[in-house]
């Protein structure tokens, strides 16, 4: 039972360059987000999905995108990478209307240094 | 808007004491309320969560966590803590509208001392 799967989970980029971060869960989950975990700053959430073609914006969504064309994976995308995105990314998944089942399930994580 | 506020950055505690970690939130609907642990280089996982009913949740590794509505808290306690349980735990509260996100605490550190 994978759950939800991050990779990289470790990634150095320089300033100006673009990757992306994929996630891809297996639960059959209608709700994917990304959040961002910084050092005494908790997790704040940046983009997510309430299912396939549908995203919107959280609390800190500049310079990021993400698109949602499957069910299963929920890919984020950092264009023009600054220091500023330096950070531990988290990609969760949850159904929230099943009430005695509803929580967040995360991924492991991915460690993205920009220098 | 909803917020959560944990009050302590880190929590230093002897091993087989007792410990509470504290935790209260700022809302004007209905929340769902969770408690998730952090392992160190790992991702989060759930202890426990409220959603209706007895306000004493029972969760996984002995935690158990109690739902005061009146004082917007829901600390978090454990009757006697193992080195096994340092960890950074997060304190959190599902919004009920459309996104179903979840808005975190800052964390609070665990550091169990033998």
């Known amino acids: 039972n994978a759950g939800v799967t991050q990779t990289p989970k470790f990634r150095i980029l320089k300033i100006g360059q673009s990757m992306t971060l994929q996630c891809t869960q297996d639960?059959?989950?209608?709700?994917m987000y990304w959040y961002r975990q910084d050092p005494g700053m908790g997790l704040k959430l940046i983009y997510y999905?309430?299912?396939?073609?549908?995203?919107d914006k959280g609390e800190v969504p500049n310079g990021y995108n993400v698109s949602r064309s499957t069910t299963e994976d929920f890919p984020l995308r950092l264009e023009l990478a600054a220091p500023s995105q330096t950070s531990v990314y988290f990609c969760?998944?949850?159904?929230?209307?099943?009430?005695?089942?509803?929580?967040?399930?995360f991924g492991q994580g991915t460690r993205l240094t920009v220098v | 808007a909803q917020s959560v506020t944990q009050l302590d950055s880190q929590v230093p505690v002897f091993e087989e004491a007792p410990v509470e970690l504290r935790c209260n939130y700022s809302?004007?609907?209905?929340?769902?309320l969770f408690w998730y642990v952090q392992y160190p280089n790992q991702g989060l996982q759930l202890l426990l969560k409220?959603?209706?009913?007895?306000?004493l949740v029972k969760g996984i590794n002995g935690f158990e966590a109690e739902f005061n509505k009146s004082q917007t808290s829901f600390h978090l306690r454990k009757p006697s803590v193992h080195i096994s349980d340092t960890a950074e735990y997060f304190c959190?509260?599902?919004?009920?509208?459309?996104?179903?996100?979840?808005?975190f605490g800052s964390g609070t550190r665990l550091l169990v001392r033998p």
């Open positions: 969760a998944s949850s159904y929230p209307w099943d009430r005695l089942n509803t929580e967040a399930f």
């Open positions: 639960m059959n989950h209608n709700y």
């Open positions: 999905s309430v299912g396939a073609g549908i995203t």
């Open positions: 809302s004007s609907v209905s929340v769902y």
């Open positions: 409220y959603l209706s009913g007895s306000t």
């Open positions: 959190a509260v599902s919004v009920m509208d459309s996104s179903y996100k979840l808005i």
